[in-house]
């Protein structure tokens, strides 16, 4: 499983920006996945920023409630991470996560995610 993440780059405080994440498998079956984004500020450990799980039920880290939506597309095995009033404090990199969907485990941010993305830079400036 690789994940490619894209659609990083540098806004003004305010702006909006859309994070991609393609999932790519060797399963023909459309094996379900809990998916999330994380991020990391230089110096800290990675926080997780949102969460989506194979029902669309999500989750979010209480700052960016309102304003990030993570979302997906099944069929291209793609999940996005919309990004609107985008404040200078959300500046870090964003990684994308996979984990294979097991039924009697839960997805959220504890879950053990196995797979993940080389990153993309968000910079909010002021």
């Known amino acids: 499983v690789t994940l490619a993440e894209s659609g990083g780059g540098s806004v003004q405080s305010g702006g909006s920006l859309r994070l991609s994440c393609a999932l790519s498998d060797s399963d023909s079956t459309n094996r379900p996945y809990c998916m999330a984004w994380f991020r990391q500020f230089p110096g800290k450990d990675r926080e997780g920023v949102a969460v989506?799980?194979?029902?669309?039920?999500?989750t979010y880290v209480a700052s960016v409630k309102g304003r990030f939506t993570i979302s997906k597309d099944n069929s291209k095995k793609i999940v996005y991470l919309q990004m609107n009033s985008l404040k200078p404090e959300d500046t870090a990199m964003y990684y994308c996560?996979?984990?294979?969907?097991?039924?009697?485990?839960?997805?959220?941010?504890?879950?053990?995610?196995?797979?993940w993305g080389q990153g993309t830079q968000v910079t909010v400036s002021s």
């Open positions: 989506i799980d194979s029902d669309n039920t999500t």
């Open positions: 996560a996979a984990a294979p969907r097991l039924s009697w485990l839960s997805c959220n941010f504890e879950t053990y995610f196995a797979y």
